[in-house]
């Protein structure tokens, strides 16, 4: 009850600018979550550069509105227009769009509205009841056990990749590499600065992520002529609620879509995008209306959404009690908390309790106003892709540049940024995937900083990894992982070689 | 030309009868891409792939020479990014290798019940970069000599018209959006951004005073 006591506390203090900039953050979450050339992550990004005059908590309440409303917001465009707003609504636009077709856009709205609020809910209540036990569990962590995390981190972004197993190690290795530019933090040697000022002071990974995640994008863009033709609006937007009888029908998917979200959101590296997918991939094994799935069944709604927005919370649970981002939307609150001199780590919730209440919260709050407001604003939402899509880019590169900018109040970061945003652009169609350079870059020093460490306590002796229980399993676990990933390419490349041999037999017969 | 092979679950088995199909889940469907790779083609493939391991060679060599005050028995700042180098420079190898050994293999692609929406159509128009890869550069670049609210009002004017919008409100978009996120970025949370050289610096300032922006 103390927490529920905290969290009042913390909205009457925020006062009304809590209320404003968390109304603002869901409708901008939202409106990413329409636009095309827009994700979440790029809008919590992009809303970066407001944030630097404003304290941490209401930096926060924001950034986690955007998140969660980005969340929901592309299931808007993916239902009425067959457009996937965001990556994570994949999954749900071919039953979303097919229930529109068949004049049941209403009812497929409400469905998505539903699961966003319920899964958003059950994330929430992980992270309020569960992350102050994990943190006790955390203060015994060491280095070793730190190190054992962060690599695990790095491993699943390689094995939820989907594309090539090596190009994405080749973007992990070089994101791991370009962290290494500049000061080290253990021994203060300056490394790969090549004598120039911008490399001596070490590359920022919020610029590479700016660069890669907005700048890329723009650039892309413009360079595919913003081709594609602009999207038929339909003539009535309105969203019907399901009643509770239609609820407890459908109560399985929306089980199962809120735990795939919140356990597969738990592990590090895997954001709402994973989480939607492998909700969906369960719900076609397991869910009762399975048959259903693809043809218009609400189910294929349900399960990604609610899993899209309970992942929320489970990458703020990795953030906040290890200080690990779990996602590309938490590393860039992890630049939040640095910005402003605090470290989210397992004592965060009892050095930073004030803190902690203002973000369980502003996250609990903009759940039930994205769902409101999903609601209501899906008429405008939806008018404003009538907005050509060059001046959303235009204004993306003019954000970027700022969001870079006012890192380090350095043009140095602008030039990062820019680099990484051209690089990125070619990274892509070279089939480069940009997610592993981005965690590389972020998780690469905190696993360099852990592992040194514990080499250093314990006189080089590697085999500390091993010895101590938590870090032993933590990394036969990496090595599962490794395994499955070696298991899974040869086995795709035998069978996919075997497909090609029969079939090369059948035309010469 | 990409050839779709589509592999069914559907066989005859003599013991159950002719014609009745047997129950097995169906395969996933494949497209299959021939190719024919010559040597030059090959190359051509392998540019990236080459300058990449060149470059990690090349920062493995360089981290040898990292100044710091050494102590004994330790790693060394020196140590991670090695480690780093030889992970991406085995990475890259085995890519060369498996390209080589795929080279005249068909590229067989299992597709995904979401290819429809995952898979980009448009093609890139290699100027249309070239000219938005300028802009972004000269955007940067001009901010420092010309300051960042002129070099705004400047870039989207360009950006939004060289993007296919010919329209007349084009210039008002841009003059209004540049001082608009000027005064917010600013003005309301205090980004010092180049005011510019010269006369350039003189009007920026003046204009912040306008606005109110002190």
Do not use: C
């Not at chain 1, 609504?89 to 979303?96: A, E, H, I, Q, W």
């Not at chain 1, 696993?447 to 933590?474: C, G, H, K, Q």
């Not at chain 2, 309301?188 to 912040?208: E, L, N, R, W």
């Amino acid at each position: 009850m103390d927490i529920v006591v905290d969290m009042f506390n913390a909205v009457i203090d925020g006062g009304i600018s809590f209320w404003i900039l968390l109304v603002g953050g869901v409708f901008i979450g939202l409106l990413v979550g329409v636009l095309p050339g827009l994700t979440f992550v790029m809008g919590v990004l992009l809303i970066l550069p407001f944030t630097y005059s404003m304290g941490a908590g209401q930096a926060l309440v924001m950034m986690i509105a955007v998140y969660v409303a980005g969340t929901y917001g592309g299931a808007l465009t993916a239902i009425l227009l067959n457009i996937p707003g965001e990556p994570n609504d994949v999954p749900l636009t071919r039953d979303g769009h097919t229930m529109a077709r068949r004049g049941r856009a209403a009812e497929a709205l409400g469905w998505a509205a539903l699961a966003a609020l319920f899964g958003g809910i059950a994330g929430w209540l992980l992270l309020v009841f569960f992350s102050q036990p994990f943190a006790s569990v955390a203060l015994s962590f060491g280095s070793a056990e730190y190190f054992a995390i962060v690599l695990l981190g790095l491993t699943s972004v390689l094995a939820l990749s989907g594309s090539s197993t090596m190009k994405a190690l080749i973007s992990l290795f070089a994101g791991m590499l370009l962290a290494t530019v500049g000061l080290d933090d253990i021994y203060g040697a300056v490394r790969y600065d090549f004598g120039t000022t911008i490399l001596r002071d070490g590359i920022n990974y919020l610029a590479i992520l700016v660069g890669v995640y907005a700048l890329t994008e723009a650039l892309t863009r413009f360079a595919e002529r913003f081709a594609g033709k602009a999207p038929q609006q339909p003539a009535e937007i309105k969203t019907t609620i399901p009643g509770l009888s239609a609820i407890r029908s459908r109560l399985g998917s929306l089980t199962r879509g809120m735990a795939t979200g919140v356990f597969v959101s738990a592990g590090p590296g895997a954001g709402s995008t994973v989480g939607s997918f492998v909700a969906y991939g369960v719900e076609k094994q397991f869910g009762k209306h399975k048959d259903e799935l693809g043809k218009g069944s609400p189910s294929g709604i349900i399960a990604p959404q609610s899993a899209s927005t309970a992942s929320v919370s489970g990458a703020l649970i990795h953030l906040l009690v290890l200080g690990i981002p779990g996602s590309g939307a938490s590393a860039v609150l992890l630049g939040v908390f640095q910005l402003n001199n605090i470290n989210p780590g397992p004592l965060i919730f009892e050095q930073q309790e004030e803190l902690i209440a203002t973000i369980f919260a502003g996250l609990i709050i903009s759940i039930f106003v994205m769902f409101i407001m999903g609601i209501l604003a899906a008429k405008p939402m939806i008018r404003m892709l009538n907005v050509p899509e060059v001046y959303v880019a235009a204004f993306v590169v003019l954000f970027a540049y700022v969001g870079a900018f006012a890192l380090r109040q350095s043009i140095s970061d602008v030039w990062i940024m820019t680099a990484f945003g051209v690089l990125g652009f070619f990274m892509l169609r070279g089939g480069y995937p940009l997610a592993p350079l981005v965690l590389g870059a972020i998780l690469g020093p905190l696993a360099e900083r852990y592992f040194t460490t514990t080499m250093i306590r314990n006189a080089n002796d590697w085999t500390v990894f091993f010895t101590r229980p938590l870090s032993a399993v933590l990394l036969t676990i990496t090595v599962a992982v490794f395994a499955l990933l070696a298991y899974r390419a040869i086995r795709d490349s035998r069978r996919a070689r075997a497909v090609t041999d029969s079939q090369i037999a059948g035309s010469r017969t | 030309m990409p050839r779709e092979v589509v592999t069914g679950g559907e066989t005859t088995d003599p013991s159950t009868g002719a014609g009745e199909p047997e129950t097995r889940a169906p395969e996933p469907s494949v497209e299959v891409i021939e190719r024919q790779t010559s040597p030059a083609g090959l190359a051509k493939e392998l540019l990236p792939e080459i300058g990449i391991l060149l470059v990690a060679a090349y920062l493995f060599y360089v981290a040898g020479d990292f100044d710091y005050r050494e102590r004994p028995g330790q790693l060394g700042p020196q140590f991670w990014p090695r480690m780093a180098a030889v992970g991406l420079g085995v990475a890259v190898l085995v890519r060369i290798a498996q390209t080589i050994r795929d080279r005249n293999r068909p590229v067989v692609r299992v597709k995904s019940e979401f290819d429809e929406y995952e898979q980009s159509e448009a093609e890139v128009h290699w100027p249309s970069f070239g000219l938005a890869a300028g802009l972004v550069v000269g955007y940067a670049a001009s901010t420092m000599f010309v300051g960042y609210m002129f070099s705004t009002v400047l870039f989207l004017g360009l950006f939004i018209w060289l993007g296919g919008q010919r329209r007349w409100y084009v210039t008002l978009v841009a003059a209004v959006g540049g001082l608009l996120f000027t005064y917010i970025f600013v003005g309301v949370v205090y980004v010092s951004v180049p005011t510019g050289v010269g006369i350039f610096d003189t009007i920026t300032v003046a204009v912040y005073r306008l606005l109110g922006i002190q």
